[in-house]
């Protein structure tokens, strides 16, 4: 696991670097940086992008593999809202960054990242039905892949105060530090000349 996190770790803020460094290649397929709220729009879609792409494991150090990722069946929290949350944050963050951004290369990646985040979704199902079976199958009747469709359907509710946790003070401490830290990440990128 340290070795997998050794060479992951890097390797994902060369990507990351790599696509800040090349967003605005290609065509530019529309602009709408010019519009007074859409920075402020983007930021809030991608601050909930966040929150729902990564504390849904709730350690998050299984992230780069540092801990043993361990298989857990929940339903709670953010799962309530939609069993597949990184799915759901992915596709926000693309769209939020795509509409910024607007350039055929960014265009592309979000098309990439998203069909990668669904096709997630039955393998991800397949593999908690095969861990933990009837009580997936439970879990699975009482949520739902699209968010909130389970809770207006009456098959499960909200539950504010389970979204009380440390990990989401974690990650609004991250938003916000990304953000803060935004133009000098972007420097930090242009400096490594990927």
Same mark, same amino acid.
Request: net charge positive; charged share 15%.
């Given at each position: 696991?340290?070795?997998?996190? /050794?060479?992951?770790? @890097?390797?994902?803020?060369? #990507?990351?670097?790599?696509?800040? %460094?090349?967003?605005?290649?290609?065509? #530019?397929?529309? #602009?709408?940086?010019? &519009?007074?709220?859409?920075?402020? /729009?983007?930021?809030?879609?991608?601050?909930?992008?966040?929150? !729902?792409?990564? @504390?849904?494991?709730?350690?998050?150090?299984e992230? +780069?593999?540092?801990?043993? +990722?361990?298989?857990?069946? /929940?339903?709670?929290?953010? &799962?309530? &809202?939609?069993?597949? @949350?990184?799915?759901?944050?992915?596709?926000?963050?693309?769209?939020?960054?795509?509409?910024?951004?607007?350039?055929?290369?960014?265009?592309?990646?979000?098309?990439?990242?998203?069909?990668?985040?669904?096709?997630?979704?039955?393998?991800?199902?397949?593999?908690?039905?095969?861990?933990?079976?009837?009580?997936?199958?439970?879990?699975?009747?009482?949520?739902?892949v699209?968010?909130?469709?389970a809770?207006?359907?009456?098959? %499960?509710? !909200?539950?504010?105060?389970?979204?009380?946790?440390?990990?989401?003070?974690? &990650?609004? !401490?991250?938003?916000?530090?990304?953000?803060? !830290?935004?133009?000098?990440?972007?420097?930090?990128?242009? %400096?490594?000349?990927?």
């Amino acid at each position: 696991r340290l070795l997998f996190a /050794f060479f992951s770790i @890097p390797m994902a803020v060369l #990507q990351i670097a790599y696509f800040m %460094n090349h967003r605005y290649d290609g065509i #530019q397929l529309w #602009q709408l940086q010019g &519009i007074p709220w859409m920075r402020d /729009f983007v930021w809030f879609w991608s601050a909930l992008s966040f929150i !729902l792409l990564y @504390p849904a494991t709730f350690n998050l150090l299984e992230i +780069p593999a540092v801990a043993k +990722p361990e298989f857990r069946l /929940f339903e709670e929290g953010i &799962i309530r &809202i939609t069993r597949h @949350p990184q799915m759901v944050g992915q596709i926000i963050w693309c769209i939020a960054h795509s509409l910024w951004i607007g350039s055929s290369l960014t265009a592309t990646t979000s098309i990439g990242l998203i069909a990668h985040h669904v096709f997630s979704i039955p393998h991800g199902d397949y593999r908690l039905r095969r861990k933990f079976g009837k009580a997936f199958d439970e879990v699975k009747s009482r949520t739902s892949v699209f968010p909130f469709w389970a809770i207006l359907q009456g098959k %499960n509710k !909200l539950v504010l105060k389970e979204f009380v946790r440390p990990a989401y003070v974690g &990650i609004a !401490l991250f938003v916000y530090g990304f953000y803060a !830290l935004h133009p000098t990440l972007l420097q930090a990128s242009r %400096n490594l000349g990927l």
